[in-house]
């Protein structure tokens, strides 16, 4: 059994993952705590057989733990993903801190600057549709997310048959 964590399992998007790898046969959730107070933020409901542990990079050698989740802000996700991928681990990021290319354009759509550029090169967008080879290999993968999943599956077939003017770009308005 392949022993996965999840940091940020206190949110909503961690607690839902906590929920389907604990239903997952082929996995083992370890939950990670990277606040400085454990006992910050909400107390979520666990089932007990769940291991916790504090983050740190020699708790995910020690564990043994080769996969690591970021259910965390974009903000965090930049701060631990490094540390992680240094510690041996593949880093699959929910938020949306490696979804784009460069520097440049995080700056861009973000408003922020990017503190782990460095990684963004070689973050691999986890859509299966787009990147299904890159996959497999990658040492950081990035969550397309709802909305971008949903655009991009719906306007790939336009733009491979060409009826989408790629030039005039393409605006997609998601509530």
Same mark, same amino acid.
């Given at each position: ?19 389907i790898l604990s239903r997952h046969g082929g996995v083992e ?6 606040? @400085?107070?454990?006992?910050?933020? %909400?107390?979520?409901? !666990?089932?007990?057989?769940? =291991?916790?542990?504090? +983050? ?54 973000y408003k922020e600057t990017h503190t782990a550029p460095d990684?963004?090169? @070689?973050?691999?967008?986890?859509? %299966?549709?787009?990147? !299904?080879?890159?996959?497999? =290999?990658?040492?950081? +993968? ?7 999943t949903a655009a991009n599956l719906a306007l790939r077939p ?18």
């Amino acid at each position: 059994m392949t022993r996965v964590a999840i940091v940020g399992h206190r949110g909503y998007s961690g607690a839902e993952l906590v929920r389907i790898l604990s239903r997952h046969g082929g996995v083992e959730p370890v939950l990670l705590e990277h606040r @400085e107070h454990a006992s910050d933020g %909400p107390s979520l409901r !666990r089932p007990k057989a769940i =291991a916790h542990a504090e +983050l740190t990079p020699e708790v995910v050698q020690q564990q043994k733990l080769t996969l690591v989740f970021l259910a965390t802000p974009p903000e965090v996700s930049m701060e631990l993903a490094p540390a992680l991928i240094g510690a041996g681990a593949r880093v699959v990021d929910l938020s949306g801190a490696f979804r784009l290319g460069t520097a440049e354009n995080y700056k861009t759509w973000y408003k922020e600057t990017h503190t782990a550029p460095d990684l963004l090169a @070689e973050a691999v967008y986890g859509l %299966p549709e787009f990147c !299904r080879e890159r996959i497999p =290999a990658a040492r950081l +993968l990035s969550n397309p997310g709802c909305y971008p999943t949903a655009a991009n599956l719906a306007l790939r077939p336009m733009v491979e048959a060409g009826v989408v003017d790629r030039a005039a770009g393409i605006v997609c308005d998601a509530k």
